[in-house]
Each structure stands twice: as structure tokens, then as C-alpha cells.
């Protein structure tokens, strides 16, 4: 099981990494008596307390006793190591995106449930009696699962000569501690931040966010249009339950307190943070360090100015982050491997905006099925309509129809309900036009059958 980064303060982490060699080797030889032992190893029967005199002495031992050093170092990257390393963890805005941890398994099964359709029948009830009390009537349930996806591992190795060389001075093993960590943490750190912007990349280009276009925010007055648009949007997603704005078209709603909004530094630089966080109903300082408003240094997708998201919408959990190592007697080296796993997935369900450039992109096909149906006057016939494009593009469509002979009352619904007039007769055309690029739309014909 996972554990979670523990969160200590930059006193605490600045007074750890300047410790002595001293401090550092008796904390780790005095970890079974306190209680707090990664590995078990009673050290203190092995090795006497160090000082500026027993240090050298103490790197003999190792020397002389390679399955010993490496339980010593196992303890000292989980116990010391890792501490330092959690600490730096939670300095990369991006973070602010994870859920949590995942304890259990390796898949989430994120639930989500539709509104119900009321019914409005009392009067027919007191006529006729209750005729419903008995009938099922299931849920519109929607699920996803998210997987771990992301499982790296960072190898580093350390000789003989590197070991020895640590126990000569009174900083020597914390420069050491602190030399293979942040080597490790770095590049892992580096690898996440990619993966995560790949995930806003992946999102943006596959119907995640609703995509709403407008100019880049460059100087006062588009800084201006800008701020204005992202208060409407957030309001518009607080108010009031759509479906538009999230892939699995959900009736959802997303608070105040769930949103977040995702700048690139450049767009960063061209707004003004208080009346930002004005939007969000939060002071300048609670919203930059809640979390509310996270930074990017530019964005993976070309067009991209900004997101407004729910904070769930990207499912992030850690999983596994914890270091291993063997001795390899052939060669006298120490091998270590640090683990990374995560889940870094997106949920369907969640409302998502992304801000973008007239050109990110545009849709370029709309095909309409079922097509080539026949339909019977006086019926209905459900149409959908797929979407494609580059880049970014919104897959909105609206419906239309036509035919010389439509009838009284052949209409469709916004979400492609056809309903045929029973004294329609002939051919209907069925239309579905691109919201996002309104030049663009598909078509396909109905024959009307006994009209």
C-alpha cells in the first residue's frame, strides 16, 4: 500500500538537510529503538555512535560487509531520503490536480447517476388509482474506470569509492543523501509534469472541455474580455445543471468550491489576479494558494489560452512511490530503484471549459446515423450525430429537418429525437450543423412510410 507524501514545513526540511554525517548515521543506527525502523535492523548492536572520531570507523563496517551497507542504505533513502523528497513533492503547481492516494487495487470505478424524469400524474391517479407503486424504474447510471498508467522506475547505482567517500566529513553523507535523491526526484519529477500535460492535451483534443473561443489575452482590453468570460463561465457552471459541458453530456453542476482554473504563464502575466480570483468568489491570496488557480509554463496544445475545470475531472491518485535496492557482489555496487505509480486518467462526467484561439482548431466532418432509415408517419426515430475535426473543436451540433411534406407537428429535439407528423408523407432530410464550425454539418434522408 501507497503511502501518503508527508507534509513538513521549510524549517523543518531546511534543519533535516543540515544536519551533521553525525546526526544523520545515529538517527538511522537509533531507528529500531525508536520505534520507527524501515527495515528492522537492530544498527546500534553494529555500529557504535558516530562522532567527528567513530565516523570513518563506521564506513570501514560497511566496507567490509555489503549486505549490511545496503540494509544501512535502504534505511537511510526510506527513512531520511524520503522525508526530504516528500517535502519537495508538493512544490510543482500541477500536484494540486492529484485526488489523493489509492490504497487498494489498481482501478477506480468512478459512479455517476442522470437526473430523474418527473411525472406529473396525481389527477390520473385519484381517477383511476395508483397504478405506478409497483413499477422499476431504473436509474440512469453512467460508469468509467481509471487504471494505474503510469509505472516508472529510476535506477541509480552507487559504488564502493562513492559510499566511502561518504563517511569522510562532518556534511559528506548529507551531500551524498542529498545527491542521489534529487537526481531520482528530478527526473521523476520531470516525467509526471510531461504526463499530466499530456492528460490537458488529451482532454482538450477528445471532447473533455467544452471549447469556447476568443481572442489571446495580450494587453488590457482582451486581459479584460478574457476575465469576463471566465466569471461567466464559472457562474454558468454554479448555477445550473447542463450537459454540454462534459464528455458524457451528464446533467452536471460544479461549485465554487470545486473549480479551478489552468493558465499558461504567459496568459498569467496579462491578468489581474485579485479580479481573477473575484470570479471564484476568493481573495488573491486564498485562491493562488488553494489551489484554485494553477500554472502551467505553456500549454502541450497549440490554441490553448486557458481551463476551467471541476478539480475532478482529472482522476490522479498516487499508488505506489517508494524506493528499492539489491547489492550486486560481482561488481560491488549498490543498485536502487525508485517506483512510481499512478493513476492519471480524466473523468467523462466532470464540466470542463477550455478557453482557445479562433484557430485551435475545427471540425471537419459530421456524420449523421442511423442513415437511409424508413420511418412510419406518426412515429419517432433517434438520430446522433459524429464529429470529428483537428485539434481542438467542440462536437455541439444542432438538429433540423426538411421535406415538401413535412405534416403538422415533424420536428426534432435538440438531442436528435426525430418525431414524424402522422400526415407527413415523401422525404424528410435530417440535418446536423456544427455548433463549433457552423460551415460544416452532415445529412441523411428519412422515407416516410404510409404517410
Same mark, same amino acid.
Given at each position: ?7 513538513? *514545513? +521549510? ?5 533535516? !538537510?543540515?544536519?551533521?554525517? $553525525? ?15 524501515? &527495515? ?14 567513530? =565516523? ?30 516528500? $517535502? ?50 431504473? /436509474? ?5 474506470? %481509471? ?9 541509480? !547505482?552507487?559504488?564502493?569509492? +562513492? ?8 556534511? #559528506? ?10 537526481? #531520482? ?10 504526463? $499530466? ?44 445543471? %447542463? ?26 502575466? *496579462? ?18 494558494? #488553494? ?8 500549454? /502541450? ?37 525508485? %517506483? ?6 480524466? !473523468? ?21 446515423? /442511423? ?7 406518426? #412515429? ?25 411534406? =413535412?405534416?403538422?407537428? &415533424? ?13 407527413? !408523407?415523401?422525404?424528410?432530410?435530417? &440535418? ?20
Amino acid at each position: 500500500m501507497a503511502s501518503k507524501p508527508k507534509v513538513i *514545513s +521549510e524549517a523543518q526540511a531546511s534543519k533535516l !538537510s543540515a544536519q551533521t554525517s $553525525y546526526d544523520i548515521v545515529n538517527a538511522v543506527r537509533n531507528s529500531r529503538a525508536n520505534g520507527t525502523s524501515f &527495515t528492522g535492523i537492530d544498527f546500534a548492536s553494529r555500529i557504535p555512535e558516530c562522532t567527528q572520531q567513530t =565516523l570513518s570507523q563506521i564506513g570501514e563496517i560497511f566496507m567490509g560487509d555489503g549486505d549490511f551497507a545496503n540494509g544501512f542504505l535502504k534505511e537511510l533513502f526510506n527513512r531520511v531520503g524520503m522525508t526530504i523528497i516528500n $517535502y519537495r513533492r508538493f512544490n510543482n503547481n500541477l500536484k494540486a490536480l492529484k485526488q489523493g492516494r489509492l490504497d487498494f487495487g489498481e482501478t477506480i470505478e468512478e459512479i455517476a447517476f442522470d437526473l430523474i424524469k418527473g411525472k406529473c400524474d396525481y389527477a390520473a391517479n385519484i381517477q383511476d388509482g395508483v397504478t405506478d407503486v409497483f413499477q422499476i424504474t431504473l /436509474p440512469a447510471v453512467q460508469t468509467a474506470l %481509471h487504471k494505474v498508467n503510469f509505472q516508472q522506475k529510476y535506477p541509480y !547505482s552507487i559504488t564502493r569509492f +562513492e559510499l566511502r567517500k561518504a563517511f569522510t566529513s562532518e556534511t #559528506s553523507l548529507g551531500n551524498f543523501l542529498e545527491g542521489v535523491m534529487t537526481s #531520482s526526484y528530478n527526473s521523476y519529477e520531470v516525467d509526471e509534469q510531461l504526463a $499530466y500535460k499530456n492528460l490537458m492535451a488529451e482532454c482538450a483534443q477528445n471532447g473533455f472541455f467544452l471549447p469556447i473561443k476568443m481572442e489571446m489575452p495580450e494587453d488590457e482590453a482582451t486581459g479584460k474580455s478574457f476575465i469576463k468570460a471566465v466569471k461567466r463561465y464559472s457562474n454558468v457552471l454554479s448555477l445550473s445543471m %447542463h450537459r454540454e459541458y462534459n464528455k458524457a453530456g451528464l446533467a452536471q453542476f460544479t461549485s465554487k468550491d470545486d473549480l479551478v482554473i489552468i493558465l499558461s504563464a504567459e496568459v498569467d502575466a *496579462s491578468t489581474e489576479v485579485d479580479v481573477l480570483a473575484a470570479a471564484f468568489q476568493a481573495t488573491a491570496v486564498d485562491f493562488v494558494g #488553494s489551489g484554485k488557480k494553477i500554472l502551467v509554463d505553456e500549454f /502541450p496544445v497549440e490554441g490553448l489560452i486557458a481551463i476551467v475545470c471541476d478539480r475532478r475531472l482529472f482522476q490522479i491518485y498516487d499508488y505506489d512511490f517508494s524506493m528499492d535496492t539489491i547489492y550486486n557482489p560481482s561488481n560491488r555496487v549498490w543498485n536502487y530503484f525508485l %517506483h512510481v505509480w499512478e493513476v492519471i486518467s480524466a !473523468s467523462p462526467f466532470m464540466n470542463g471549459i477550455a478557453f482557445v484561439t479562433d484557430g485551435a482548431g475545427e471540425v471537419t466532418q459530421i456524420t449523421v446515423n /442511423p442513415s437511409g432509415q424508413s420511418v412510419a408517419a406518426g #412515429s419517432s426515430l433517434q438520430f446522433t450525430a459524429e464529429v470529428t475535426g483537428t485539434g481542438i473543436f467542440g462536437s455541439g451540433v444542432t438538429w433540423s429537418v426538411a421535406g415538401d411534406t =413535412l405534416g403538422t407537428g &415533424t420536428s426534432i429535439t435538440s438531442d436528435g429525437l426525430l418525431t414524424v407528423a402522422a400526415d407527413a !408523407s415523401g422525404t424528410i432530410t435530417v &440535418t446536423a450543423t456544427s455548433v463549433y464550425t457552423p460551415s460544416i454539418n452532415g445529412q441523411t434522408t428519412v422515407t416516410v412510410k404510409g404517410g
